[in-house]
């Protein structure tokens, strides 16, 4: 136990316990008492590893208090609380932060430096053109990326710490760890091994900025400008022509049919063979449900490819013969036109054309260029005024996503398969969604999959796809070959190491093997944090006492990746759910309620608001917003942030009065007063345990501080005099229930305000309150209705003085307060401390029909 100092302050109660909980290991997992209890008497929690590319920001805060506040109930609970942090330090923001923090650029191509020192450190994170970075090897970019993941973490963790998280910190792992490499690559082995992984040549999103295949689940639609431009198809035997309209005619020499609803106006010509207008490319009419008959003209070039329908159309249409339609591609992987023009283009001075003017040009200039040309040729013959409409880009990209076709990794994810989507609804319907209406977007994600989980990325730093390729005589991948290393082997690097029976000097010879340069999506190594951290496939024993986890909290913008893709990861592999329960926390938003993000600039980055306010402040704020709500921040008036503060002051200070009264010896609890405190302390207890049992910090949070503000303007007002009494034969129950009041309230405050309560706690208690019993029920009878009656009086006194235009202080001659019966006998077992409180000499009681001060007589100036 510590003195209690003269000035009870909030400053420097962060830097002191986090330093005692770290001495004293308050937040260790302890395995051998976790060993003994089993899976039962352990609280294990999925904890979201941050992206480790850049700082922190004030919805970090806002959602990991949360769950901190959920683990610090557990664990008071008599849980062994299993609390890890991991980072998610790969992935394409990693690899773009590296870029522009250093200079550089990853070229496979180029050799390792081993002294290669970055052309500067410090970028400031925003876009840089990657002509003006220096290529450096895949080794010595890794690297670097290493380095800074590395200083990044440092600085979450401290403040993290600062939070006052109570997390095992020597239960932490990294997305780009050996052992995290060897987890991931063992759980792909095993979707290849039962048939849920496998490759395709195939339409595929692209990002040209990071040159990189995207996932379904990481795209999102943005508005941009664009306008109808009208062309002419004449038919093929000179009779006339149909007019279509788009939005993307530098596709026109890609365009492989034209496409119209089959009850639509052009039905007739369903079947009937256009040429491209310029390129001479002859092509069919075809009919589709999804083309619209109403919209344009009815009907539309199907292109490869301008839009995700065009993959449709392409993989569904057939020609009259009965053939796939033509996979005709013109836009690279860097997002420029290809050097040469798709065969089909059949005229000569079309294929010159091609090269000179659209060869290596982006998608806007090849735009102008074909606009004007078919102007010039008359096939163009008006462009509409621009509008705005949705396209489709990568979430962390700058520019739209074009469609080309690669080989990739796909993981069946139940898009194609009844029986895999109706186990992946089943579990999220077995899982206790906090709160429940977020379980509707999860159903929603899956019963919306239109393809398999795209697993491979183009990119350089994470998880290498643990495979290689035979050879054949030619010196071509033998996609049919694909050569994996035995899981003993794992992690590997196929780039570097060597598949069993081959040699190093066999690697890109006919007749030898090529290694997959692919590395696995981040959200594919993410997908298994619940493996990461509880041990899977590493340490068995505590795999068993962890999983399934209890809790996994998250934000609810990642339902549709992080909690889907670890739910399908553990369907797949373990055949349940990998959680009892999600927490979903809601956003942040400014004061004008648009959500906070970095894109919009307008993040709060939280190191300046924790330290101005203290941690506890912040953490009431965090608190004080449901699951699933959206909480408004506005860093230049954090009104819920100061009340915060008030709150965390005022339990050090009632606390150190409180603490100033002796308990005698034996002291028992006598007074109706003391008893009806204690009584409505209990019913607090009960509703605030149900709240943070039911993950409703907010509920837990409003009973209780509405109880706190109670117990110190009114309780303790009431019986200080009496406390201070020596000779009162009520000191000693006075003395009692403050103390007992004051253990309970720390203890449903500690999950809150976690470094004010573990102050106050060392006053006058051993060990910490973070592992101290959670508070039960104490059973002493009592009326409830006195200190409600005492309290409503209390106020009814201060008024009637405050009308007098009269101190508080000043004594009362006499007094009548008035009551209904059925408050009168309440009103009587505190009528001794209202008067000591109230300075009345002569208080006198009635019943009345309404609660009031009828009279009231201040005492002479004289006797004052």
């Given at each position: 136990?510590?003195?209690?100092?003269?000035?009870?302050?909030?400053?420097?109660?962060?830097?002191?316990?986090?330093?005692?909980?770290?001495?004293?290991?308050?937040?260790?997992?302890?395995?051998?008492?976790?060993?003994?209890?089993?899976?039962?008497?352990?609280?294990?929690?999925?904890?979201?590893?941050?992206?480790?590319?850049?700082?922190?920001?004030?919805?970090?805060?806002?959602?990991?208090?949360?769950?901190?506040?959920?683990?610090?109930?557990?664990?008071?609970?008599?849980?062994?609380?299993?609390?890890?942090?991991?980072?998610?330090?790969?992935?394409?923001?990693?690899?773009?932060?590296?870029?522009n923090y250093y200079g550089v650029r990853c070229d496979p191509s180029l050799p390792y430096d081993p002294d290669f020192t970055p052309p500067f450190e410090g970028g400031d994170n925003k876009s840089s053109r990657a002509a003006d970075q220096l290529p450096i090897s895949r080794r010595n970019f890794i690297e670097l990326c290493e380095r800074l993941t590395v200083e990044d973490e440092k600085h979450f963790e401290a403040l993290f710490r600062q939070l006052g998280l109570s997390v095992d910190w020597t239960q932490t792992y990294r997305t780009i760890s050996d052992d995290?490499?060897?987890?991931?690559?063992?759980?792909?082995?095993?979707?290849?091994?039962?048939?849920?992984?496998?490759?395709?040549?195939?339409?595929?999103?692209?990002?040209?900025?990071?040159?990189?295949?995207?996932?379904?689940?990481?795209?999102?639609?943005?508005?941009?400008?664009?306008?109808?431009?009208?062309?002419?198809?004449?038919?093929?035997?000179?009779?006339?022509?149909?007019?279509?309209?788009?939005?993307?005619?530098?596709?026109?020499?890609?365009?492989?049919?034209?496409?119209?609803?089959?009850?639509?106006?052009?039905?007739?010509?369903?079947?009937?063979?256009?040429?491209?207008?310029?390129?001479?490319?002859?092509?069919?009419?075809?009919?589709?449900?999804?083309?619209?008959?109403?919209?344009?003209?009815?009907?539309?070039?199907?292109?490869?490819?301008?839009?995700?329908?065009?993959?449709?159309?392409?993989?569904?249409?057939?020609?009259?013969?009965?053939?796939?339609?033509?996979?005709?591609?013109?836009?690279?992987?860097?997002?420029?036109?290809?050097?040469?023009?798709?065969?089909?283009?059949?005229?000569?001075?079309?294929?010159?054309?091609?090269?000179?003017?659209?060869?290596?040009?982006?998608?806007?200039?090849?735009?102008?260029?074909?606009?004007?040309?078919?102007?010039?040729?008359?096939?163009?013959?008006?462009?509409?005024?621009?509008?705005?409409?949705?396209?489709?880009?990568?979430?962390?990209?700058?520019?739209?996503?074009?469609?080309?076709?690669?080989?990739?990794?796909?993981?069946?994810?139940?898009?194609?398969?009844?029986?895999?989507?109706?186990?992946?609804?089943?579990?999220?319907?077995?899982?206790?969604?906090?709160?429940?209406?977020?379980?509707?977007?999860?159903?929603?994600?899956?019963?919306?999959?239109?393809?398999?989980?795209?697993?491979?990325?183009?990119?350089?730093?994470?998880?290498?796809?643990?495979?290689?390729?035979?050879?054949?005589?030619?010196?071509?991948?033998?996609?049919?070959?694909?050569?994996?290393?035995?899981?003993?082997?794992?992690?590997?690097?196929?780039?570097?190491?060597?598949?069993?029976?081959?040699?190093?000097?066999?690697?890109?010879?006919?007749?030898?093997?090529?290694?997959?340069?692919?590395?696995?999506?981040?959200?594919?190594?993410?997908?298994?944090?619940?493996?990461?951290?509880?041990?899977?496939?590493?340490?068995?024993?505590?795999?068993?006492?962890?999983?399934?986890?209890?809790?996994?909290?998250?934000?609810?913008?990642?339902?549709?990746?992080?909690?889907?893709?670890?739910?399908?990861?553990?369907?797949?592999?373990?055949?349940?759910?990998?959680?009892?329960?999600?927490?979903?926390?809601?956003?942040?938003?400014?004061?004008?309620?648009?959500?906070?993000?970095?894109?919009?600039?307008?993040?709060?980055?939280?190191?300046?608001?924790?330290?101005?306010?203290?941690?506890?402040?912040?953490?009431?704020?965090?608190?004080?917003?449901?699951?699933?709500?959206?909480?408004?921040?506005?860093?230049?008036?954090?009104?819920?942030?100061?009340?915060?503060?008030?709150?965390?002051?005022?339990?050090?200070?009632?606390?150190?009065?409180?603490?100033?009264?002796?308990?005698?010896?034996?002291?028992?609890?006598?007074?109706?007063?003391?008893?009806?405190?204690?009584?409505?302390?209990?019913?607090?207890?009960?509703?605030?345990?149900?709240?943070?049992?039911?993950?409703?910090?907010?509920?837990?949070?409003?009973?209780?501080?509405?109880?706190?503000?109670t117990f110190c303007d009114d309780y303790l007002e009431l019986v200080k005099e009496r406390a201070y009494n020596q000779n009162d034969v009520g000191q000693a129950s006075a003395a009692l229930a403050l103390r007992l009041a004051l253990s309970t309230l720390l203890r449903l405050l500690a999950p809150i305000l976690s470094f004010a309560t573990e102050e106050v706690w060392s006053w006058f208690e051993e060990g910490s309150v973070h592992t101290a019993s959670w508070p039960e029920p104490l059973g002493i009878e009592g009326d409830a209705a006195v200190l409600s009656v005492?309290?409503?009086?209390?106020?009814?006194?201060?008024?009637?003085?405050?009308?007098?235009?009269?101190?508080?202080?000043?004594?009362?001659?006499?007094?009548?307060?008035?009551?209904?019966?059925?408050?009168?006998?309440?009103?009587?077992?505190?009528?001794?401390?209202?008067?000591?409180?109230?300075?009345?000499?002569?208080?006198?009681?009635?019943?009345?029909?309404?609660?009031?001060?009828?009279?009231?007589?201040?005492?002479?100036?004289?006797?004052?």
């Amino acid at each position: 136990m510590s003195a209690i100092p003269d000035k009870p302050a909030l400053e420097g109660l962060e830097a002191k316990w986090n330093d005692a909980w770290a001495e004293q290991g308050t937040y260790l997992f302890d395995r051998i008492r976790a060993a003994q209890t089993g899976r039962d008497g352990v609280y294990s929690i999925d904890t979201p590893p941050p992206t480790a590319s850049g700082s922190l920001h004030i919805g970090h805060v806002f959602s990991y208090t949360h769950t901190d506040i959920k683990a610090r109930f557990e664990r008071m609970r008599g849980k062994t609380v299993f609390y890890p942090m991991g980072w998610d330090d790969n992935g394409l923001p990693t690899e773009r932060r590296v870029q522009n923090y250093y200079g550089v650029r990853c070229d496979p191509s180029l050799p390792y430096d081993p002294d290669f020192t970055p052309p500067f450190e410090g970028g400031d994170n925003k876009s840089s053109r990657a002509a003006d970075q220096l290529p450096i090897s895949r080794r010595n970019f890794i690297e670097l990326c290493e380095r800074l993941t590395v200083e990044d973490e440092k600085h979450f963790e401290a403040l993290f710490r600062q939070l006052g998280l109570s997390v095992d910190w020597t239960q932490t792992y990294r997305t780009i760890s050996d052992d995290t490499i060897r987890q991931s690559q063992l759980a792909f082995l095993r979707n290849i091994e039962r048939g849920e992984a496998y490759q395709a040549l195939a339409p595929t999103l692209w990002d040209i900025d990071f040159r990189s295949a995207i996932a379904q689940a990481e795209l999102e639609d943005r508005d941009q400008q664009a306008a109808y431009h009208t062309i002419d198809f004449p038919f093929s035997d000179g009779s006339g022509s149909i007019t279509i309209e788009t939005t993307r005619p530098e596709l026109l020499p890609a365009c492989i049919a034209i496409v119209t609803h089959p009850e639509g106006p052009h039905k007739h010509l369903i079947g009937t063979k256009v040429t491209t207008p310029f390129f001479g490319a002859e092509i069919e009419i075809h009919g589709h449900h999804l083309a619209l008959a109403d919209k344009g003209t009815g009907a539309a070039m199907v292109c490869t490819f301008g839009d995700v329908t065009d993959i449709v159309w392409w993989r569904e249409l057939r020609t009259v013969s009965g053939d796939h339609l033509p996979n005709m591609t013109t836009i690279g992987l860097d997002g420029r036109f290809l050097p040469d023009a798709p065969s089909s283009v059949a005229d000569a001075a079309a294929q010159q054309w091609y090269a000179e003017e659209l060869a290596g040009k982006t998608v806007f200039s090849a735009r102008k260029a074909i606009v004007e040309k078919l102007q010039e040729t008359g096939a163009m013959t008006a462009v509409g005024k621009p509008f705005n409409h949705a396209v489709k880009f990568f979430e962390k990209g700058d520019r739209p996503l074009e469609i080309v076709s690669t080989r990739q990794w796909y993981i069946r994810n139940g898009a194609r398969d009844a029986e895999l989507r109706d186990a992946l609804i089943g579990h999220g319907a077995e899982l206790a969604w906090h709160p429940d209406f977020m379980r509707v977007r999860y159903e929603n994600w899956v019963g919306g999959l239109t393809g398999d989980w795209l697993v491979s990325r183009q990119r350089f730093f994470g998880v290498p796809i643990p495979l290689w390729y035979a050879l054949d005589e030619n010196g071509d991948r033998d996609y049919d070959r694909v050569l994996t290393p035995d899981h003993s082997a794992l992690p590997i690097d196929p780039t570097t190491d060597v598949p069993a029976g081959y040699t190093a000097e066999q690697r890109g010879v006919p007749g030898g093997f090529d290694a997959e340069a692919d590395i696995l999506d981040t959200w594919a190594t993410s997908s298994l944090t619940p493996q990461l951290a509880g041990g899977w496939q590493r340490d068995e024993e505590l795999w068993e006492l962890t999983a399934p986890f209890d809790l996994r909290p998250q934000g609810q913008d990642i339902i549709r990746t992080w909690l889907f893709s670890t739910m399908l990861r553990s369907t797949l592999e373990d055949g349940r759910s990998p959680w009892r329960n999600a927490a979903i926390s809601g956003f942040i938003v400014d004061p004008d309620r648009k959500k906070m993000s970095k894109s919009k600039g307008n993040v709060v980055t939280p190191a300046d608001i924790l330290d101005t306010h203290g941690s506890d402040a912040v953490r009431y704020w965090s608190a004080s917003s449901r699951l699933g709500m959206d909480a408004a921040f506005d860093p230049q008036n954090p009104t819920q942030v100061k009340i915060g503060r008030r709150l965390a002051i005022k339990v050090l200070n009632a606390a150190k009065f409180v603490l100033s009264f002796p308990v005698p010896e034996g002291a028992q609890v006598t007074h109706a007063l003391d008893a009806s405190m204690l009584t409505a302390l209990d019913g607090v207890i009960a509703e605030a345990t149900r709240a943070y049992e039911n993950y409703d910090q907010a509920k837990a949070l409003e009973v209780t501080e509405a109880f706190f503000w109670t117990f110190c303007d009114d309780y303790l007002e009431l019986v200080k005099e009496r406390a201070y009494n020596q000779n009162d034969v009520g000191q000693a129950s006075a003395a009692l229930a403050l103390r007992l009041a004051l253990s309970t309230l720390l203890r449903l405050l500690a999950p809150i305000l976690s470094f004010a309560t573990e102050e106050v706690w060392s006053w006058f208690e051993e060990g910490s309150v973070h592992t101290a019993s959670w508070p039960e029920p104490l059973g002493i009878e009592g009326d409830a209705a006195v200190l409600s009656v005492a309290s409503e009086a209390l106020i009814s006194i201060r008024r009637a003085k405050t009308e007098a235009k009269a101190s508080q202080k000043t004594p009362v001659a006499s007094a009548m307060i008035t009551a209904p019966a059925e408050k009168y006998e309440a009103l009587q077992a505190a009528a001794a401390d209202l008067s000591a409180v109230g300075r009345i000499a002569e208080l006198g009681l009635a019943v009345g029909d309404e609660f009031a001060v009828t009279a009231i007589e201040l005492a002479p100036v004289e006797a004052v």
